[in-house]
């Protein structure tokens, strides 16, 4: 079972540098967000969706892009890296027809933006 | 709004200690409460959950009650262990499960 599936795992970018970090799930789950981690402050939700074609904001989206074209995927793009953004990032799914279901997570992908 | 504040850490304990991790949240209506449990270098992980009020969740030795009089979720083990060491974080999810909130996380290690 791969369940949610993040790549990759260690990037490093230089300021104003695009890229987009991928997030796959296998579940047939409707719910997908990312979530960035920094010290002391836990995860802030940064894009959420709750199907194909459907996206919203979360906590922090600024610097931050996302689309759903499919069930399975659901990358974020950061259009212009900027230092702020250095963090471990983590995408999230779960199943929103089962009520009081938790979310299953990627094992992260830690951005450095020098 | 909706928040979940967790106890600041880190905390460090001697092995077959005893833990509480304190966790207190804001919230409207009947949301589901979650411990999430992350190892070093790993993504986050479903350690226990409840969903309503006087339920208590546990797995790997671990309990929390729903405490709704006072709007807590407080993280228990009997005995820790090495293998126990992680980072710790306290969730609060919608009735819809659209959105989970979490705590700041509360990093534990233990000594042998």
């Known amino acids: 079972n791969a369940g949610v599936t993040q790549t990759p795992k260690f990037q490093v970018l230089k300021t104003g540098q695009s890229m987009t970090l991928q997030c796959a799930q296998d579940?047939?789950?409707?719910?997908m967000s990312w979530y960035r981690q920094d010290p002391g402050m836990g995860l802030r939700l940064i894009h959420y969706?709750?199907?194909?074609?459907?996206?919203d904001q979360g906590e922090v989206p600024n610097g931050y892009n996302v689309s759903r074209s499919t069930t399975e995927d659901f990358p974020l793009r950061l259009l212009s890296a900027a230092p702020s953004q250095t963090s471990v990032y983590f995408c999230?799914?779960?199943?929103?027809?089962?009520?009081?279901?938790?979310?299953?997570f990627g094992q992260g992908t830690r951005l450095t933006v020098v | 709004g909706n928040s979940v504040t967790q106890m600041e850490g880190p905390v460090t304990l001697s092995e077959e200690a005893f833990l509480t991790i304190n966790c207190t949240y804001t919230?409207?209506?009947?949301?589901?409460l979650f411990w999430y449990v992350q190892y070093p270098g790993e993504g986050l992980q479903l350690l226990l959950k409840?969903?309503?009020?006087?339920d208590k969740g546990s797995n790997k030795g671990f309990e929390a009650t729903y405490r709704k009089e006072t709007t807590s979720f407080h993280l228990e083990k009997g005995s820790v262990q090495v293998s126990d060491s992680a980072v710790y974080f306290c969730?609060?999810?919608?009735?819809?499960?659209?959105?989970?909130?979490f705590g700041s996380g509360t990093r534990l290690s233990i000594w042998p």
């Open positions: 999230a799914s779960s199943n929103l027809r089962v009520k009081n279901t938790e979310a299953f």
């Open positions: 579940m047939n789950h409707e719910y």
């Open positions: 969706s709750v199907g194909a074609g459907i996206t």
């Open positions: 919230a409207t209506g009947y949301p589901s």
């Open positions: 409840a969903t309503k009020a006087d």
């Open positions: 969730a609060l999810g919608d009735s819809s499960a659209s959105k989970i909130i």
